[in-house]
């Protein structure tokens, strides 16, 4: 049985920016109790801020994801201090912009084991707890990029297919032994996150999500309803990242092409790249003294707050049932005209 909103205990990795941020804010007004991973001090501390003023707890421990040791004992630390964790949140990542042969075996490492490691390693120390209780929801966010890679992220797109490929594996395995401990993903469109503003990159302009864009609080409330309802192995927030899977199945080659024309141009606004902005691939971009960077990147004017597809894909039964009583109210109508001719 999930505890009541007000009781759960929550763990939210990249929970100092972006989507991670918006999540935990979300469980905050929630009145959650919220254990925030991440490595950067000040946006951590941001964080805090945010959870308590919604309303919630919150619990900041800094950790680097790529290191497993760290993540099991920051496992250790949130059930010590809030309790035994009903939900844990996969969100963290870092990335490099740049084509492939512009991007280092240390830095395609890096990407790996934050983004597809990190969200492994948490899973295990999350399962070392829950399966034990025979309960407990994991939500990996994910993207539509873990299906369809495109140029200029091939070491973020190899991540997100790992995780994807790991997530139907692991799901496969806890049907079988019928576990009550329950994993699902959310596949998520372009977000206005910070990431554009701290990812190393090497393309000549700064670097956009494609849009359109979504703003994070889109995406923060697709995974609560995800870990709300975790039956559904997977959720797609947004028409592009429908459309992007289904051309992607139906005609992979021609997307190839269509990429290949547009994807340079369309992840790059017209401004030039800062050569001095800062990263965070081995180091956090909000380190001690630094910039909170929040949940939101520098998209504001061209992000949507909402998406009906979004809404299509939570209430899909109710919309089979509705087609379905318009099918047969077609087909009445049809029948009873023509017994009248």
Aim: overall charge neutral; glycine content about 10%; some cysteine.
């Amino acid at each position: 049985m999930n505890a009541p909103h007000s009781e759960q205990v929550v763990v939210v990795t990249g929970a100092s920016g972006g989507i991670g941020r918006a999540v935990a804010r979300a469980y905050g007004a929630r009145r959650a109790k919220v254990a925030l991973l991440a490595r950067g001090e000040t946006g951590l501390a941001g964080a805090v801020d945010d959870v308590e003023a919604a309303g919630g707890r919150a619990l900041a421990i800094p950790t680097d994801v790529a290191d497993p040791d760290q993540v099991e004992a920051a496992a250790a630390e949130a059930e010590q201090t809030l309790g035994p964790i009903d939900i844990w949140v996969n969100v963290a990542f870092t990335s490099v912009f740049a084509p492939v042969s512009e991007i280092s075996p240390a830095e395609f490492r890096r990407v790996t084991e934050v983004s597809y490691l990190g969200y492994v390693y948490a899973t295990l120390s999350a399962l070392r707890r829950m399966k034990s209780r025979n309960r407990g929801v994991i939500v990996q966010v994910g993207s539509a990029l873990a299906y369809r890679g495109i140029p200029l992220q091939s070491a973020y797109c190899g991540s997100k297919h790992a995780i994807q490929g790991f997530h139907e594996a692991l799901r496969c395995e806890l049907l079988h032994e019928r576990s009550g401990v329950q994993v699902t993903m959310v596949q998520m469109p372009a977000v206005n996150t910070p990431q554009f503003s701290w990812v190393r990159s090497r393309l000549p302009h700064h670097a956009q999500p494609v849009p359109p864009i979504f703003q994070p609080e889109v995406a923060a409330r697709a995974v609560l309803y995800a870990a709300d309802h975790p039956r559904r192995r997977e959720y797609w927030v947004g028409a592009s990242t429908a459309g992007t899977l289904a051309a992607n199945a139906i005609a992979p080659g021609v997307l190839d092409r269509y990429l290949a024309r547009t994807g340079y141009a369309s992840q790059q606004t017209d401004t030039p790249r800062d050569p001095d902005q800062p990263e965070n691939l081995f180091t956090p971009a909000d380190g001690a003294g630094g910039r909170d960077f929040g949940a939101h990147g520098i998209f504001d004017d061209r992000s949507r707050d909402h998406s009906a597809q979004l809404w299509a894909s939570q209430h899909h039964g109710a919309l089979g049932v509705a087609a379905s009583l318009a099918a047969a109210a077609g087909a009445v109508a049809v029948f009873a005209g023509r017994n009248r001719r």
